[in-house]
Antibody, heavy 121, light 112 residues
Framework: QVQLVESGGGVAQPGKSLRLSCAAS????????MHWVRQAPGKGLEWVAV????????FYPDSVKGRFTISRDNSKNTLYLQINNLRADDTAMYYC??????????????WGQGTLVIVSS | DFVMTQTPLSSPVTLGQPASISCRSSQSLVHSDGNTYLSWLQQRPGQPPRLLIYKVSNRFSGVPDRFSGSGAGTDFTLKISRVEAEDVGVYYCMQTTHFPLTFGQGTKVDIK
């Protein structure tokens, strides 16, 4: 069955960087677009990035554009999210999600358990 | 941005009774390919989101048939025909038609 396992979260200082990873298994990773979605403590869901199956296209909301970079290594079945210049409002649980489309977005069928990022001095 | 507005934000329900959640988009969610990419997600306490309904009315694999979705254009509804204890949680609509992808604020369903 589909498994998505995030890692790389933790406590980091404002202004620093973090790289989150999402290890995928149970499906053909290279045939699916992948997302990152975050959830601040006690708040709702916020989409932060998507990447096409072959990595050819990436999209972000304005709120994170320029600081967040999504990437993938299809040879390792792994998705990444680089977060630079961390801010307090980046504190959240970060989930990766599998889209049913390859290039484009249709629906996020599977979600990982999340990795928690806390930005604090 | 495509703003998704859910009502109500809180829904106390008696076990065995129905529940209904509305989601309204600020603009049409019909994609140029003719599909409407509106999903419903369930998030139980302490759990990640789980897909219930995709493309307005399609129940995802393993989802009980007491969950149903309907709607078109800008107005969508999730219905639970008979609420069970395991349905407690927060429900979100999500649009994946237009960038940036957006979610509704969430509707908390709990038992009276």
């Amino acid at each position: 069955q589909v498994q998505l396992v995030e890692s790389g979260g933790g406590v980091a200082q404002p202004g620093k960087s973090l790289r989150l990873s999402c290890a995928a298994s149970g499906f053909i990773f290279s045939r699916h677009a992948m997302h990152w979605v975050r959830q601040a403590p006690g708040k709702g869901l916020e989409w932060v990035a998507v990447i096409w199956d072959d990595g050819s296209s990436k999209f972000y909301p304005d709120s994170v554009k320029g600081r967040f970079t999504i990437s993938r290594d299809n040879s390792k079945n792994t998705l990444y999210l680089q977060i630079n210049n961390l801010r307090a409002d980046d504190t959240a649980m970060y989930y990766c999600g599998k889209d049913e489309s390859a290039a484009g977005t249709s629906f996020v069928a599977s979600w990982g358990q999340g990795t928690l990022v806390i930005v604090s001095s | 941005d495509f703003v998704m507005t859910q009502t109500p934000l809180s829904s106390p329900v008696t076990l065995g009774q129905p529940a209904s959640i509305s989601c309204r988009s600020s603009q049409s969610l019909v994609h140029s390919d003719g599909n409407t990419y509106l999903s419903w997600l369930q998030q139980r306490p302490g759990q990640p989101p789980r897909l219930l309904i995709y493309k307005v009315s399609n129940r995802f694999s393993g989802v009980p048939d007491r969950f149903s979705g309907s709607g078109a254009g800008t107005d969508f509804t999730l219905k639970i025909s008979r609420v069970e204890a395991e349905d407690v949680g927060v429900y979100y609509c999500m649009q994946t038609t237009h960038f940036p992808l957006t979610f509704g604020q969430g509707t908390k369903v709990d038992i009276k």
